[in-house]
């Protein structure tokens, strides 16, 4: 499919709603446009892969892609840290062993997933980790851990 991909920059200029889902109007300089998609006729359809740009061309990273991966590597590094195995342990959230495969087990259950890789998908998974996080970190700062 990418041997067959045209490629072009565009500014997005509007958007708004049909009732056939989300209009999006881009501007496209004439000396980018592909000839393919001009003479294309209406109702052509694509498969349109994106990336915004910084102010010096460079490609940026998503703030939503940026907070799901944070939470992602949040979920690893806790998995491995001892007070949080033991954490929670003492605080009733599982009752396996404290250790690595323990937490992982107790975040799954927990968040109701099978993977970390889910949070990227499931805002409520993210929601419950990250109360969860906080939880531990009011425990470490109350003493209590």
């Not at 056939?20 to 109007?25: A, F, P, R, S, V």
């Not at 994106?50 to 939503?64: F, Y």
């Not at 799954?108 to 993977?115: D, L, P, T």
């Amino acid at each position: 499919m990418k041997e067959n991909a045209v490629h072009f920059e565009a500014v997005k200029i509007a958007m708004t709603q049909g009732k056939d889902g989300l209009i999006l109007k881009l501007a496209i300089h004439p000396n980018d446009a592909p000839q393919d998609v001009i003479l294309d006729p209406v109702g052509a359809r694509y498969i349109i892969a994106a990336v915004r740009l910084t102010d010096d061309d460079q490609p940026m990273v998503p703030q939503r892609k940026k907070e799901v991966d944070s939470v992602i590597a949040a979920a690893g590094l806790l998995c491995r840290n001892d007070r949080f195995q033991a954490w929670l342990v003492d605080s009733g959230h599982t009752f396996e062993l404290p250790n690595e495969s323990g937490a992982v087990q107790a975040i799954r259950e927990i968040c109701g997933i099978k993977s970390r890789s889910e949070f990227a998908t499931n805002e409520t998974a993210r929601k419950t980790f990250l109360e969860l996080k906080r939880e531990f970190e009011r425990a470490i700062k109350d003493g209590k851990t």
